[in-house]
């Protein structure tokens, strides 16, 4: 059974720092390309970074960029997620994807990520 699991959301204060997880089973992850997504309130899903395979580039959309961090332990088959210097408009629910060409498109649940004071 394909899963996604992420972990490490909560409420924190403007400013201050939250690392997410995200744990993979059920297929072969290290082929893929992985991603963590958010979606506020009202709003649409939309892309936060991305790698490729542990130790490769990383890309990551102009509001998060110097502040966020995406790596990943392919041996522990997770995603990580470290964001720094949190502001309000950083609140959302934040998702893991795995993808490969050919093989599938991947979702985890979703964790819960507070911004406020």
């Known amino acids: 059974q394909v899963q996604l699991v992420e972990s490490g959301g909560g409420l924190v204060q403007p400013g201050g720092s939250l690392r997410l997880s995200c744990v993979a089973s059920g297929f072969a992850f290290s082929g893929f390309t992985t991603y963590w997504y958010r979606q506020a309130p009202g709003g649409e899903r939309e892309w936060v970074a991305f790698?490729?395979?542990?130790?490769?580039?990383?890309y990551y959309t102009d509001s998060v960029k110097g502040r966020f961090t995406i790596s990943r332990d392919d041996a522990k088959r997770t995603i990580y997620l470290q964001m720094n210097n949190l502001k309000p408009e950083d609140s959302a629910v934040y998702y893991c994807?795995?993808?490969?060409?050919?093989?599938?498109?991947?979702w985890g649940q979703g964790t819960q990520v507070t911004v406020s004071s």
């Open positions: 994807r795995a993808d490969k060409l050919g093989e599938g498109t991947y």
């Open positions: 790698i490729r395979r542990a130790g490769g580039d990383t």
